[in-house]
């Protein structure tokens, strides 16, 4: 168990719908990162907030959004949803804001997402 | 540009059998850290290790074993003695000095049979 929680597990919708993603970050832990997974890409990295500010974009679509909340915990909007964002979507949390500040990222369980 | 390249897509082994898993990067950065992780079955993404570009010393952590080797941008990992638990999806990833993100490579496939 990483200490990173992500709701829900299984989230299946139609095309057209918008949902949110929701990830709490291990405790102590300021950075959220939320990251892609599909068949045709891979992993991707979308996004990152660092103590409610954004720091750095990746390949997310103008349809998504996301944003950290003063409790640090984030979510992750999807919008007017295609068949193509059907992908498992991870969170993961890490205490600094870079990668080179010596830190690891410890990803949560995944939100698998399936638009029909 | 961060690239990582995975090129085994899949490795089927029988238990108690060695596996390698090759990882090739390209990076400018001249400070730069280099992960595996691992992916079962469940789909949650396990961290094993990370390894900093001024560190070339190759680590051993159970069965588990890295070799790094800066000369040929490449982080390999061998599992010694695979075991059935072992099976899943190993991604090797790549982060810049000034990177907030990760770049993973497309994962190998590990199957460990009884």
């Known amino acids: 168990d990483s200490g990173v929680t992500q709701t829900p597990k299984h989230l299946i919708t139609a095309t057209g719908q918008r949902v949110t993603l929701r990830c709490s970050p291990r405790?102590?832990?300021?950075?959220v990162y939320w990251y892609q997974q599909s068949l045709d890409q891979g992993l991707q990295f979308l996004i990152q907030?660092?103590?409610?500010?954004?720091?750095a974009k990746g390949n997310i679509l103008e349809r998504f959004s996301a944003q950290q909340f003063p409790d640090l915990h984030s979510e992750l909007n999807l919008s007017s949803l295609e068949l193509g964002d059907s992908a498992l979507y991870f969170c993961?949390?890490?205490?600094?804001?870079?990668?080179?500040?010596?830190?690891?990222?410890?990803f949560g369980p995944g939100t698998r997402l399936t638009v029909l | 540009a961060q690239k990582v390249t995975q090129a085994q897509t899949e490795i089927s082994v029988v238990e108690k059998e060695d596996v390698t898993l090759d990882c090739v990067y390209e990076t400018r950065d001249t400070t730069y850290y280099l992960f595996w992780y691992k992916q079962p079955p469940s789909g949650e993404l396990v961290f094993l290790i990370r390894?900093?570009?001024?560190?070339?010393q190759n680590e051993i952590s159970g069965r588990y074993s890295w070799n790094f080797q800066k000369s040929t941008s490449s982080f390999n990992f061998t599992i010694t003695a695979s075991q059935v638990v072992d099976s899943a999806v190993y991604f090797c990833a790549l982060s810049g000095v000034n990177d907030y993100k990760l770049s993973f490579g497309a994962g190998t496939t590990v199957t460990v049979r009884a």
């Open positions: 993961a949390s890490s205490v600094a804001s870079r990668l080179a500040e010596n830190n690891e990222q410890f």
């Open positions: 907030y660092y103590n409610g500010e954004e720091r």
């Open positions: 405790s102590g832990d300021l950075s």
């Open positions: 390894r900093n570009s001024f560190d070339e």
